[in-house]
């Protein structure tokens, strides 16, 4: 067990840096950072005085080095358009992504349980392939568009939710279903293959033998057998939600990491953008090593081989 | 498939409905309830108190949502505003975007102010003014104005802001505000000098806009970090909270001076929100959470004037927008080169229909590279090259390409402009194949001299004088990509010559021969649209500069 974390441990170091070179490559080739920097109306000097000013002018390689060694020392560098310092910046965002990516993930479970297991009951049936479809919509619905759905009914339409912003619980719902629903459909898949499974299993056909009433069958024996891979899944969406919102943070002014993200890349800002993506890196590796020995804990067999 | 569509048609109905009769919460619940239960029907099967339960936990989900939150309106006296993108600090020197413009306008004030309406200046911070020599000018400053902390405003706060922000170790973000001062000394508590590295006719622009005077006392104790932080000025409005990245919270400065130029202001409060998206932004306007946005594209803004509790109004911008044309000997299009080959594309474009349909409302035709409202910028005596394809392909074919040519435009944003100027310049024979780049990665590619046509935008930074526009392509700067003598030293001199008829007459000398020569198609002003609530009283500016201190309520 422990050589297999430490094992996964030096991975998640790997992909974090291979991700924090091909962000440091990216932002170099998409035009030279101290043009954007120096503003639309600079001229030659004034992006010479910005190129030097910010150790531009040197190396690419040189430079990357340079943000590796301060990385190392806790040096997380200056926010070159927020004139901050970039941890702190990072820190103060991070709150509202983690609790836009918690509720994503509980509106992700909340709509993918139901429908999985609905979908497992009837099999092939006409409820089953209606649950697919809400899944395939979730998927091929781009989310900004979904969002701005969400927006014309509940803002628009029937006002009981704000637009945008995020002073309040309220500003959470939209953007937790937006992003939930997205990730919704691969749980489905995974809650209605784990069941149809189980369902099929000996001890449930005992457990109906015996009498027991169907939703006690389902709820108790079937599902909570049926659910042990959902959450190991569930640690690595996260991840993923923690990353995906990008978008659904700009669509609902969400003042979190992905909207930061988005800042940063506009405006160059890149060492703060090379702190999120590391930031992210780390986090997603560390959330699949977590679903690992969450899956060893809560499966035996695993454990076993 | 019909599954899909059961469930696909109530959510579009609902959603479409947003000009006819609004559907009250409860109907469209329980639409979506009527569709579960009809569903559930289908199969009768035990697990359908599962299906039962579903369906009541989402009506319950829609029926505890109800909480309204609160809705802008004028009867808390807060007008709210969204804007797309946040400023990196509000400290005016530290910033070049323009919501960092209008903040600055706001809170702060300047030596001296222009009239938008009359271009005419007036002494603000300043009482008076006069030019000692080519390169001195002296203010005598208002007495009695006080800071928003209660600074006292005097000599000091001048002195102590201009050689402050003129310092290049200082870094102040847009150095073109502020590189053309030499220094500035105290005479007395009410009286400063002022002296130019340059003799500098564009410096009462500049003095009116972008240098604002900042306390002396908190600047040099707080620099311009804690500036950011906590925001001070002299003007009408005063910063109370600000959260960067998120809002920006300003209040009426009851105690304003009463001899600014600028009115007192008459809303109470201004709440200016950073929403990125777009499509957002309109929702908050239609919704009602924000009252008023800007830049609005113009299809969506025709659509918003059918909406009876919003008004939409659209101003002119100094943004002009032109093509530059790369003559210069690496060009990768040498039949730029010849003259009759740029006289053709500018009669290619019928720049008439394009603003029609496509620019939109306040756009203004330019026959010269420079703002209309520019002091020096004329379009007088220089030639219009009027829409004539045919004429188009007839210089075409003098200059020997009787079947047009294969060229690259690049452009970086008002990409269905660019777009229907290709399809104008196809039609000539001219085969322009658009490659569309962010701003930086344009820049590069213009100044390397690989770009053939470029598709271009000059806002001028608010600076309403013709040496902030022409002399950045034509004064052989780095974006100057047609590179003729005659014409920097014609601009040359207009930039250091104090007497203004005489300056006047060498930029329009100037801006002549780039006319004569073609060295770039002058095509229209960018105009902008504004989205506000009914209850607000405004007028838009051409300048695209918002003066909350000038807006009420109805």
Redesign the interface.
């Known amino acids: 067990m422990l050589a297999f974390m430490i094992r996964r441990l030096g991975l998640a170091v790997l992909v974090a840096l291979t991700v924090s070179v091909l962000a440091f490559m990216l932002l170099h080739l998409?035009?030279?950072?101290a043009?954007?920097l120096a503003?639309?109306?600079?001229?030659?000097?004034?992006i010479d005085?910005v190129r030097k000013?910010y150790g531009l002018d040197r190396p690419i390689v040189v430079q990357y080095a340079d943000w590796l060694w301060q990385m190392l020392h806790g040096q997380f560098g200056t926010s070159v358009?927020?004139?901050?310092a970039a941890g702190p910046l990072i820190l103060s965002k991070l709150q509202t992504t983690l609790m836009l990516g918690v509720s994503a993930l509980a509106v992700a479970l909340f709509i993918s349980i139901?429908l999985g297991?609905?979908a497992a009951?009837?099999k092939g049936?006409?409820?089953d392939?209606?649950c697919l479809?809400?899944a395939v919509?979730g998927q091929a619905l781009p989310n900004?568009f979904f969002a701005?759905?969400l927006?014309?009914?509940?803002?628009?339409?029937?006002?009981?939710?704000?637009?945008?912003?995020?002073g309040?619980w309220?500003h959470f719902?939209m953007p937790a279903i937006a992003l939930g629903y997205y990730v919704a459909p691969a749980f489905m898949r995974l809650i209605r293959a784990g069941m149809i499974e189980v369902l099929a299993a000996d001890y449930i056909r005992t457990a109906r033998a015996k009498g027991l009433p169907?939703?006690k069958v389902?709820f108790k024996h079937a599902l909570r057998n049926a659910i042990v891979p959902v959450v190991a899944l569930a640690a690595v969406q996260l991840g993923y939600l923690l990353g995906g919102s990008v978008v659904i943070e700009?669509?609902?002014?969400l003042?979190g990491l992905g909207?930061?993200a988005?800042?940063s890349i506009t405006?160059?800002d890149y060492p703060v953008m090379q702190l999120i993506v590391l930031l992210l890196s780390v986090l997603y590796v560390l959330l699949t090593l977590a679903a690992d020995i969450a899956n060893a804990w809560l499966d035996p067999r695993i454990r076993v081989s | 498939m019909e599954h899909r569509e059961n469930l696909a048609v109530p959510l579009h109905l609902d959603f479409s409905l947003d000009q006819g009769p609004v559907p009250s919460e409860r109907a469209w619940w329980g639409r979506i309830a009527s569709h579960l239960t009809a569903f559930s029907r289908t199969r009768q099967r035990p697990a359908m108190g599962a299906v039962k339960t579903l369906a009541a936990a989402i009506l319950l989900t829609g029926t505890a949502l109800t909480a309204q939150p609160a809705w802008a309106n004028k009867a808390d006296d807060t007008l709210r505003m969204a804007y797309d993108q946040a400023p990196e600090s509000v400290d005016p020197y530290y910033n070049n975007v323009r919501i960092g413009v209008i903040i600055a306008a706001n809170v702060w004030d300047t030596l001296l102010y222009r009239d938008p309406l009359t271009n005419e200046y007036k002494g603000q911070l300043a009482k008076s003014w006069k030019q000692i020599d080519d390169k001195t000018m002296e203010f005598e400053l208002r007495q009695g104005v006080k800071f928003h902390n209660g600074e006292e405003f005097d000599a000091d706060s001048v002195v102590y802001t201009l050689n402050y922000v003129a310092d290049p170790k200082n870094k102040a973000t847009t150095q073109q505000n502020v590189r053309w001062i030499d220094k500035v000394e105290k005479i007395d508590k009410y009286k400063v000098r002022l002296t130019t590295k340059e003799p500098f006719p564009g410096a009462k622009e500049y003095l009116s806009t972008t240098v604002v005077i900042h306390p002396a006392k908190y600047y040099a104790e707080v620099g311009p970090k804690g500036m950011n932080a906590k925001p001070v000025g002299t003007g009408p409005y005063k910063v109370t909270e600000y959260v960067p990245g998120k809002s920006i919270t300003l209040e009426a400065n009851k105690d304003y001076f009463k001899d600014s130029p600028k009115a007192q202001p008459k809303i109470g409060k201004v709440v200016i929100r950073f929403i990125p998206d777009r499509q957002t932004q309109m929702a908050e306007v239609i919704s009602g959470g924000e009252d008023f946005i800007m830049h609005v594209p113009k299809d969506q803004a025709e659509q918003l004037k059918s909406m009876p509790q919003l008004q939409v109004k659209s101003g002119n911008t100094m943004r002009i927008v032109f093509m530059q044309m790369n003559i210069l000997d690496n060009t990768p299009a040498p039949q730029l080169k010849d003259e009759r080959v740029r006289k053709a594309i500018l009669h290619a474009i019928d720049r008439e229909a394009i603003v029609k349909n496509i620019v939109g409302e306040g756009a203004e035709i330019l026959n010269t590279i420079c703002t209309p409202s520019q002091t020096g910028c004329t379009d007088e005596g220089a030639p219009v090259y009027k829409y004539d394809p045919e004429l188009s392909k007839k210089l075409l074919a003098e200059a020997g390409y009787p079947n047009g040519f294969d060229i690259d435009i690049v452009a970086y944003r008002e990409r269905n402009q660019t777009e229907a100027i290709i399809n104008y310049l196809q039609a000539v024979g001219i085969r322009a194949k658009l490659n569309f780049l962010q701003y930086a990665a344009m820049r590069d590619m213009i100044r390397a001299g690989k770009a053939s046509l470029t598709h271009q935008t000059w806002g001028s930074n608010l600076v309403n004088d013709v040496s902030a526009s022409t002399p950045v392509y034509f004064a052989f700067g780095n974006d100057d990509i047609t590179r003729d003598p005659k014409v920097r030293e014609l601009l040359d001199k207009g930039d250091k010559t104090i007497d203004s008829k005489a300056r006047n007459e060498a930029y329009k000398e100037a801006l002549t021969m780039i006319a004569e020569h073609a060295y770039a198609a002058p095509l229209w002003s960018l105009p902008v649209y504004y989205v506000a609530s009914k209850d607000v009283n405004f007028t838009p500016y051409p300048d695209e500069l918002v003066r909350f201190w000038d807006m009420s309520w109805k």
């Open positions: 998409s035009g030279d950072p043009v954007a503003g639309e109306g600079a001229r030659q000097a004034d005085m000013a358009y927020f004139k901050t139901p297991v609905i009951l009837y049936g006409f409820a392939r209606l479809a809400v919509l900004f701005l759905l927006i014309m009914l509940f803002s628009i339409s029937l006002r009981i939710l704000p637009v945008s912003g995020s309040t309220q719902v169907t939703g389902i700009t669509v609902f002014a003042d909207y930061l988005y800042q405006f160059k």
